[in-house]
């Protein structure tokens, strides 16, 4: 007898031997799935790093009127080109304020900054690009309205401070 017979189970074993079982052929096809969605997570997306930016500016600007009402003195949130800060008044001026939650931040590179209404370096009414100081008193209440537009390349973020301290973030495209 040759090396090869002719019986049906060898024939399956060399057609076995040769291929690739469907489990195989689906562990493969999950490993290329995976490694496409960690690629497709590593691009850099200008809209959601805008958006994170606008809704972490949001949020601590609700702590910085938490705070006023909390220790009862004013709290105010500086906004600028470069970023934003935030202060507390007391003896006799305005000082960075002792709550961890209220730690200024940088927007994104490349992120045109406008606000809209009265403020430091901006006549009332008028958009603005110098800083701009909203003040939160012990009752949660804003010292004007304030709407800070977020924009980069195609994307834009917009956060609104009512004078009620009603804080909103709006995500453009």
């Known amino acids: ?8 189970s060898d024939a ?15 562990v493969a096809l999950f490993v290329l799935a995976l490694l496409a969605s960690v690629a497709v997570l590593a691009l850099p ?9 606008a ?9 910085a009127r938490d705070e006023a009402i909390v220790t009862a003195r004013p709290t105010s949130v500086v906004v600028g ?4 800060y935030f202060e507390t008044r007391g003896e006799g001026g305005w000082q960075p304020p002792d709550a961890r939650s209220l730690q200024g931040g940088d927007w994104p590179s490349d992120t045109v ?13 008028q958009a603005g690009a ?16 304030a709407r800070i537009s977020l924009s980069r390349e195609a ?16 995500a453009g495209q």
């Open 45 to 53: 997306d200008s809209g959601g790093d805008l958006r994170r930016s």
């Open 130 to 145: 110098g800083n701009r100081r909203i003040v939160f008193d012990s009752l949660g209440l804003a010292s004007e309205d």
């Open 55 to 63: 809704e972490s500016f949001a949020a601590r600007a609700g702590a």
């Open 113 to 125: 900054v406008t606000h809209e209404g009265a403020g430091v370096g901006a006549g009332a009414g």
């Open 1 to 8: 007898m040759g090396r090869y017979s002719d019986s049906g």
């Open 12 to 26: 399956a074993d060399r057609a076995r031997a040769n291929g690739f079982s469907l489990i195989e052929l689906l």
């Open 81 to 84: 080109q470069a970023g934003y």
């Open 155 to 170: 994307h834009s973020a917009t956060v609104t401070i009512a004078r009620n301290g009603d804080i909103r973030t709006e």
